[in-house]
């Protein structure tokens, strides 16, 4: 099972900057793909970025150039660090973890964060 606790998020102007962090356990961070999804009121929940185990990192177009997504192996924590913020990015902010495959069977672990709300005020 995947535990992630997140923390971060809150109100914030439109053009400013905030930061979100997930931590998850060792055993987990070191293997597994993290990313960062939000969900806005009535619309689907999309990916913002993800980082792979090695550091290779993807990014929503949308936010290219403007969010920043890393990892802190000593401390088992990513990390989203978002500028220039819209108000149309106003959403719950949920940290995801997926594991390799770890068996034969090909089956992976996978766990979401509580989920954190960012506010972007015009």
């Not at 535990?3 to 930061?19: F, N, R």
């Not at 070191?30 to 990014?59: C, D, F």
């Amino acid at each position: 099972q995947v535990q992630l606790v997140e923390s971060g998020g809150g109100l914030v102007q439109a053009g400013g900057s905030l930061s979100l962090s997930c931590t998850t356990s060792r055993r987990t961070f070191r293997i597994a793909t993290m990313a960062w999804y939000r969900q806005a009121p009535g619309k689907q929940r999309e990916l913002v970025a993800s980082i792979t185990s090695s550091g290779n990192t993807n990014y929503a177009d949308s936010v290219k150039g403007r969010f920043t997504i890393y990892r802190d192996d000593t401390e088992n924590t990513m990390y989203l660090q978002m500028r220039s913020l819209k108000v149309e990015e106003t959403a719950i902010y949920y940290c995801n973890a997926v594991t390799p495959p770890l068996n034969v069977e090909g089956a992976r672990l996978e766990g979401w964060g509580q989920g954190t709300q960012v506010t972007v005020s015009s």
